[in-house]
T-cell receptor
Framework: KAGVTQTPRYLIKTRGQQVTLSCSPI?????VSWYQQTPGQGLQFLFE???????NKGNFPGRFSGRQFSNSRSEMNVSTLELGDSALYLC???????????????FGPGTRLTVL | AQKVTQAQTEISVVEKEDVTLDCVYETRDTTYYLFWYKQPPSGELVFLIR??????QNEISGRYSWNFQKSTSSFNFTITASQVVDSAVYFCALPFSGGYNKLIFGAGTRLAVHP
């Protein structure tokens, strides 16, 4: 079974630009979560999508948004990039069954975003 | 508040040594899960274990073992006979209350295993 894939793997942008990151979950998984990892703040939850609906949201500004498509693939978008947005963005997929809150999440390799 | 504390920032051992990574958590939930993930230099988080708060039995998987003690809110991870390939950052995680797949991660422990 193929794992979680994320594209692109590396990205360099300048302040003020916007960026879109993509995540393809494991086949059959309906939940996709996004996390930001920085040396200072560690791993922080951004949001989770399940069946095309945002089910959970972390404490990030509105510049961070996401969506999920009918095939469970997800994208996240960051507008008006700031230097502090430089991070490793990790996507995780899980079965996301509504009655089983705590499925194990399987992570992709991440997209490393550098903002200059 | 929910919180995960991994007090050990970095641990350095020589191959074949045993090493224990500590994890202390705080939660108001009576039922919860705990997770351990490994992050090798490649960056991908690798799932290691999910543990239900109902089950306090220790778990062993090859050279890995986990000690879950509800009384002290700890979920420690031991690697027996460490190997260079075990070098990575290890994270302990706890789901937010009612948060489905929203995980709170500890700061991580960087393990360096030297030959």
């Amino acid at each position: 079974k193929a794992g979680v894939t994320q594209t692109p793997r590396y990205l360099i942008k300048t302040r003020g630009q916007q960026v879109t990151l993509s995540c393809s979950p494991i086949s059959g998984h309906r939940s996709v979560s996004w996390y930001q990892q920085t040396p200072g703040q560690g791993l922080q939850f951004l949001f989770e999508y399940f069946s095309e609906t945002q089910r959970n949201k972390g404490n990030f500004p509105g510049r961070f948004s996401g969506r999920q498509f009918s095939n469970s693939r997800s994208e996240m978008n960051v507008s008006t990039l700031e230097l502090g947005d430089s991070a490793l963005y990790l996507c995780a997929s899980s079965l996301g069954r509504s009655l089983d809150f705590y499925n194990e999440q399987f992570f992709g390799p991440g997209t490393r975003l550098t903002v200059l | 508040a929910q919180k995960v504390t991994q007090a050990q920032t970095e641990i350095s051992v020589v191959e074949k040594e045993d090493v224990t990574l500590d994890c202390v958590y705080e939660t108001r939930d009576t039922t919860y899960y705990l997770f351990w993930y490994k992050q090798p230099p490649s960056g991908e988080l690798v799932f290691l274990i999910r543990r239900n708060s109902f089950d306090e039995q220790n778990e062993i998987s090859g050279r890995y073992s986990w000690n879950f003690q509800k009384s002290t809110s700890s979920f420690n991870f031991t690697i027996t006979a460490s190997q260079v390939v075990d070098s990575a950052v290890y994270f302990c995680a706890l789901p937010f209350s009612g948060g489905y797949n929203k995980l709170i991660f500890g700061a991580g422990t960087r393990l360096a295993v030297h030959p």
